[in-house]
């Protein structure tokens, strides 16, 4: 398997912009989270699904953020519009019920 | 909801040394992982263990579920182990991990 695949890598857009992020998770797992890191608040949890229902999205921050998953193999977190203070690395993870999670490599985005 | 601190925040160590990081968290877990950030910024699993003890080449990890806490054991380090290592645990029936702030580790040639 290939692990768990986001796009883009790098994101730099103007504020104001929708961004939209990627996520494929690995095949047969049935959680996916986002995360989000910053240097001032560390690994946050945004959201996640479980058979592609979102179960717990109390870390949105704001209306700009939504996250959708269509399919078991795609998920995508968009934001509308962008802020500089939306500027971080956001993560995709997945993982099996008992099992542990695997990340992506991550979308570094930046906002300006 | 569960908390999960990490110490030391930072450790500098000469190549060869050994290490010792330690993660304590707040309730009992259902699932604990170490992972490690490289400067690349990529997090890489490193070990899922709800407790025991597990190993994998130079590094081993130590749960004790009932005193609450993991230790993650580098030995005869490198300077490629340099990155941060973060501690995460998932809280009773709960799915989504919470993380530590993490321990720096630089490992000096």
């Known amino acids: 398997d290939a692990g768990v695949i986001q796009s883009p890598r790098h994101e730099v857009t103007e504020m104001g912009q929708e961004v939209t992020l990627r996520c494929k998770p690995i095949?047969?797992?049935?959680?996916l989270f986002w995360y989000r890191q910053t240097m001032m608040r560390g690994l946050e949890l945004l959201i996640y699904f479980n058979n592609n229902v979102p179960i717990d999205d109390s870390g949105m921050p704001e209306d700009r953020f939504s996250a959708k998953m269509p399919n078991a193999s795609f998920s995508t977190l968009k934001i509308q519009p962008s802020e500089p203070r939306d500027s971080a690395v956001y993560f995709c993870?997945?993982?099996?019920?008992?099992?542990?999670?695997?990340f992506g490599s991550g979308t570094r985005l930046t906002v300006v | 909801g569960i908390q999960v601190e990490q110490s030391p925040p930072d450790l500098i160590l000469q190549e060869g040394a050994n290490s010792t990081l330690r993660c304590n968290f707040s309730d009992s877990v259902n699932n604990l992982q170490w992972f490690h950030q490289n400067p690349w910024g990529q997090l890489i699993n490193l070990f899922y263990i709800p407790s025991g003890t597990k190993q994998n080449g130079r590094l081993s990890a130590t749960t004790v579920a009932t005193e609450r806490y993991s230790l993650l054991y580098i030995s005869s380090s490198q300077t490629t182990d340099s990155g941060v290592y973060f501690c995460?645990?998932?809280?009773?029936?709960?799915?989504?991990?919470?993380f530590g702030q993490g321990t720096r580790l630089t490992i000096n040639p």
């Open positions: 993870a997945s993982s099996a019920a008992t099992y542990g999670y695997t």
């Open positions: 095949s047969g797992h049935d959680y």
């Open positions: 995460a645990a998932r809280d009773g029936g709960a799915q989504k991990l919470v």
